[in-house]
């Protein structure tokens, strides 16, 4: 099946700084991909949609100036969490749309990625 | 309003016992997709099943097992002769073709399989 990676898997960062998560489709093409945010014991909540070449929609309650998303290309998006605070300390999930004629369409995800602000 | 509710927060069984994970959905659209994840300590989602709304024919994968009731608005997961691997949490979701695909998640069923 299509594969999906993050980079980094971990990341450890002092309170103030920005962190940016990597989200790569690895053997095909995303027109959309999806940011998700879990945090322990949760479920995964739906940040925001990621579409190739335009700007990312928000879910309702999610500040888009502190979490920057970018898709620059068909294979790779990017979300940036400025000025990072404990509060979003959380587990990182993205998912990429690989869509197909006839509705045989599906969504993949990564494997997350675990952010700590100390 | 919530679109996925998962009622059981957590569920344990023995080993070897048969469990079932129940969902509920709710949606408006007469397109969209069920799915089942299992995320175990891990934290990767694994991908267990997607089903379409105008396919309730019900599926066995091995020891897995769904149930999907239109009429009723469930689509209920299976295990038989349940083993300390199925320990997990495990996601019921929908995706709605007129909200773009976006899938929502239930809140989770926390599984444990007492040896």
């Known amino acids: 099946g299509a594969v999906v990676s993050q980079h980094p898997s971990r990341v450890i960062c002092k309170s103030g700084t920005s962190v940016k998560i990597e989200c790569r489709s690895l053997?095909?093409?995303?027109?959309?991909m999806f940011w998700y945010r879990q945090f322990p014991k949760q479920s995964l909540m739906l940040m925001a949609t990621?579409?190739?070449?335009?700007?990312?929609?928000?879910e309702q309650g999610v500040e888009k100036d502190k979490f920057l998303i970018n898709h620059a290309s068909l294979t790779l998006s990017t979300l940036t969490v400025t000025s990072a605070h404990p509060e979003d300390s959380s587990f990182y999930i993205c998912?990429?749309?690989?869509?197909?004629?006839?509705?045989?369409?599906?969504?993949?995800f990564g494997p997350g990625t675990r952010l700590t602000v100390l | 309003a919530q679109k996925v509710t998962q009622a059981q927060t957590e569920i344990s069984v023995v080993e070897k016992e048969d469990v079932t994970l129940d969902c509920v959905y709710e949606?408006?659209?007469?397109?969209?997709?069920l799915f089942w994840y299992k995320q175990p300590p891990s934290g990767e989602l694994v991908f267990l099943i997607r089903?379409?709304?105008?396919?309730?024919q019900n599926e066995i994968s091995g020891r897995y097992s769904w149930n999907f009731q239109k009429s009723t608005s469930s689509f209920n997961f299976t295990i038989t002769a349940s083993q300390v691997v199925d320990s997990a949490v495990y996601f019921c979701?929908?995706?709605?073709?007129?909200?773009?695909?976006?899938?929502?998640f239930g809140k989770g069923t926390r599984l444990h399989i007492l040896p």
């Open positions: 990621s579409n190739e070449g335009s700007k990312a929609t928000y």
């Open positions: 089903r379409n709304s105008f396919d309730e």
């Open positions: 949606t408006r659209d007469t397109t969209y997709y």
């Open positions: 979701a929908l995706s709605e073709r007129n909200r773009d695909d976006k899938i929502i």
């Open positions: 053997d095909f093409q995303a027109t959309t």
């Open positions: 998912s990429a749309h690989l869509g197909a004629e006839g509705g045989t369409d599906t969504q993949y």
